[in-house]
């Protein structure tokens, strides 16, 4: 425990403060720097505003952001011309409503007209998405959606009562990294944010009870966790009588939804309440529970985000959001591949500021036979590192998988071996089958289902669910 006190001094009182200065004396880290300054100070100015407020405000920044759009994105340039949309006008949000929306094809297809073409390229990060809908894709962001999506997680966990640089544990990471996370050595960025990674996708009792002793002496202020793998956490104290003394402030879930019956076995094992955060890599944080024993309701990162229905009058339906500091690729009126509950009165094209249920989309848990489960969203991340349009992972009920593939016009013979290799790696004792097809099957409700088991797990030893 005198580790961790000493580290959480080290932290907040050293390396934070040396970090601040380094990105100051860093050309290309300055504007991300000052923009989540900016961030998290207008987010603790504004948290009062009335939504009349709050709708001026957003209205002025969604018309700068469309002029900046149409000035330096060659696809929004056609798309506003076909469409008759004039940016330069004081429009509403109901114009705004008739911008055609964008979907993952598009940002497949156009992803290099839909960029900025006059931010330095020394300011822009790519990333990818874990193509949890089944179609990974690649979005850049520039230092002004980087700062505010750093104001806003800080933001929000203040509102937690967790504070900059507090001991945090996440049951998320995995061995899929390019840089895996060890918790014996951190790297320097879990120095300076004070955060301890547990690898939630390789699960068993045994790795449970591992987990919750290394949590007991570890004492975390926050914990952050994939809802079906805390639940699986829950489930195994509960089961063997043992309960938990941590977090002290606040737990926080993400990556996947957060079942009531889920929440209510976590909450009595671990004595908090769960504050369920919705949002995804292309986007960033969209929402999260701040007062859950009082509702389940999402508020919305308003500031950052435009989130609005996709269609009025059906419950649910999809969300479109647009990233209002979006500064490296605009998305626009993105399709994100969910599904929500919005509150009465939501409008499309205009603002949402909560989010009653968010729906979602569901992964499923691979079985191996000789016990123990493989989380679903392994799957999505490692094929974002792969050339694949779309894909989908079949458990039949002998055990063995079907993999079908979407592929991209580059793939090769050596992207097959590694991910026949890579496949056998997590799933050493089941015959695989890759099977490459031009289209993926859906749902009746037209969802993709990118990871499926006909052997329905029930997680006695690891939670129900996906």
């Known amino acids: ?64 952001l469309l002029r900046r759009a149409q000035a330096e994105s060659p696809y929004y340039r056609d798309l506003f011309r076909q469409a ?15 911008i055609p929306t964008l979907g993952k094809d598009h940002l497949l297809e156009h992803a290099e007209r839909l960029r900025s073409a006059t931010l330095p390229e020394r300011l822009v990060r790519s990333d990818s998405t874990g193509g949890s809908t089944g179609q990974p894709v690649r979005v850049w962001k520039g230092p002004g959606e980087r700062g505010w999506a750093e104001g806003g997680w800080q933001f929000f966990t203040e509102q937690l009562g967790c504070r900059e640089a507090a001991r945090t544990a996440f049951l998320w990471g995995h061995h899929l990294d390019a840089r895996p996370r060890k918790r014996s050595w951190p790297t320097l960025s879990d120095l300076l944010s004070n955060a301890y990674w547990f690898d939630c996708f390789h699960l068993d009792d045994a790795k449970l009870l591992q987990y919750h002793r290394e949590l007991t002496d570890l004492d975390p202020e926050c914990l952050v966790a994939y809802g079906g793998a805390l639940a699986a956490l829950a489930n195994v104290l509960e089961r063997r009588g043992l309960g938990a003394t941590y977090p002290r402030r606040a737990i926080i879930t993400g990556a996947e939804k957060v079942w009531p019956h889920e929440r209510t076995l976590i909450e009595r094992v671990f004595g908090r309440p769960v504050h369920e955060r919705y949002g995804s890599r292309d986007v960033g944080l969209m929402g999260i529970q701040l007062h859950p024993t009082e509702s389940t309701d999402f508020t919305v990162d308003w500031c950052n985000v435009l989130v609005e229905p996709e269609t009025e009058g059906e419950s649910p339906t999809g969300i479109l959001v647009t990233k209002l500091n979006g500064d490296g690729m605009f998305l626009i009126r993105y399709r994100v591949g969910d599904l929500a509950v919005f509150p009465p009165g939501a409008r499309s094209g205009g603002p949402a500021f909560s989010l009653v249920e968010v729906a979602g989309r569901e992964l499923e848990g691979i079985v191996n036979p000789s016990g123990g489960w493989i989380h679903g969203a ?10 694949v349009r779309d894909f989908q992972v079949h458990q039949h009920a002998d055990s063995s998988l079907t993999v079908r593939l979407v592929t991209r016009g580059d793939w090769t013979a050596d992207d097959e071996a590694a991910l026949r290799k890579q496949l056998a790696g997590i799933v050493p004792e089941v ?19 990118p990871v499926i088991s006909d052997l329905a797990p029930d997680r006695s030893t690891a939670s129900e669910g996906r």
């Open 378 to 387: 392994v799957f999505p991340h490692m094929m974002k590192d792969y050339p």
């Open 431 to 449: 015959a695989i089958n890759l099977s490459f097809v031009d289209e993926i099957p859906r749902t009746p409700a037209n969802k993709r289902r």
């Open 84 to 98: 008759g949309f004039d940016p330069d006008g004081d429009f509403g949000f109901r114009d705004f409503a008739r």
């Open 1 to 64: 425990m005198m580790v961790h006190v000493l580290r959480d001094r080290l932290a907040r009182h050293l390396l934070l403060p040396a970090h601040g200065v380094y990105r100051s004396m860093r050309r290309d880290y300055r504007p991300a720097q000052r923009a989540a300054r900016d961030a998290l100070r207008f987010r603790r100015e504004a948290s009062g505003w009335p939504d009349h407020r709050k709708r001026d405000w957003i209205l002025e920044r969604l018309r700068g």
